[in-house]
């Protein structure tokens, strides 16, 4: 029904199931751009724990959306929803097909079903809430939170303030509970005809295990010097998005001293565990989803075969 379409490819996984390796392969054997839907790669200046793609992989396979903004600056799903279905509607009019990888599942959720029409954010009622959260804490603000929008605040961890922050300030601006506008929210379907490849390992502890080597390797790169030199250049605090990033935020409290050497690593692999947990999540309520196991040999090799039928 869809054939009219022309193709894009989805490319999704937890972190450390190797995607960016896969993609990097695909795009030597097939007309794919790759754009990447990750975000924390789109900050600049944010390699080690980010696990962002070396100059030589980029150079043997750029990819959009990678290095746009400074870590000062916040980046929504929203904006990513825009550049992405800019750069999707550029590919194809080149002649080649879109390959978005990466892992931020909000991300790709917004952009295949649209956002619903939320306003936008406010500096002075952002200013009043931030005074609020400085005077009572954020768990106050969620428990006003639950007696206007109990729906939001029961799926919200009461030390969440960004997101806390937000659905008052939605509630506030517009007068309605943050989940009833998102209930009202139409869907809108992409012009494109989905190829959803998931990457979901057959064995959680084998991922595990991975991820725990692979964060071992930021600590050997040097990511806590990586932070340091970030907060030497930028005006920085825990707060940011980008310093929420899993990994950076364990840094930032170690270079705090609220926890050691030791801790930073034990706290950094469970927060990357947890990640990869709700990423799965994530994957396994989409069904219409390709699932290969990423932990199989040949995997490039059986994720072209998927696609090479369909493309």
Avoid at 42 to 62: E, F
Wanted: one cysteine or more; a neutral charge; aromatic letters at 4%.
């Amino acid at each position: 029904m869809n054939n009219h379409l022309p193709p894009a490819i989805f490319l999704m996984g937890p972190t450390a199931s190797g995607k960016t390796g896969i993609a990097v392969e695909l795009a030597q054997r097939l007309p794919v751009e790759l754009v990447s839907v990750d975000s924390a790669l789109v900050y600049r200046n944010m390699d080690i724990g980010t696990a962002k793609p070396d100059a030589a992989t980029l150079a043997r396979a750029p990819h959009h959306l990678i290095d746009i903004i400074e870590p000062t600056e916040a980046y929504s799903a929203a904006a990513f929803r825009h550049d992405a279905l800019r750069l999707m509607h550029d590919i194809t009019q080149r002649g080649r097909i879109p390959l978005l990888v990466g892992g931020t599942m909000l991300y790709f959720k917004a952009l295949r079903e649209g956002l619903s029409d939320l306003p936008q954010a406010d500096p002075e009622v952002r200013a009043t809430l931030d005074a609020e959260i400085a005077q009572h804490g954020i768990q106050h603000l969620h428990q006003q939170l639950a007696l206007v929008d109990a729906e939001t605040a029961a799926r919200l961890k009461p030390t969440d303030t960004q997101r806390i922050q937000r659905a008052m300030e939605i509630f506030r601006l517009t007068g309605q509970p943050m989940s009833v506008l998102i209930a009202q929210q139409e869907i809108t379907k992409l012009p494109y005809r989905i190829l959803s490849i998931a990457l979901i390992p057959s064995d959680r502890t084998q991922l595990h295990a991975r991820i725990a080597t692979r964060f071992k390797a930021m600590l050997e790169l040097g990511l806590v010097d990586e932070l340091r030199a970030l907060r030497k250049k930028y005006l920085l605090h825990p707060n940011l998005p980008s310093m929420r990033c899993v990994g950076y935020r364990q840094a930032w409290q170690c270079m705090e001293g609220e926890i050691n050497e030791a801790q930073l690593l034990e706290t950094g692999i469970a927060a990357t565990r947890q990640l990869a947990k709700r990423q799965l999540t994530w994957l396994r309520s989409m069904p219409e989803n390709i699932e290969l196991d990423c932990l199989a040999p040949g995997l490039t090799q059986t994720v072209f075969d998927a696609l090479t039928g369909s493309i």
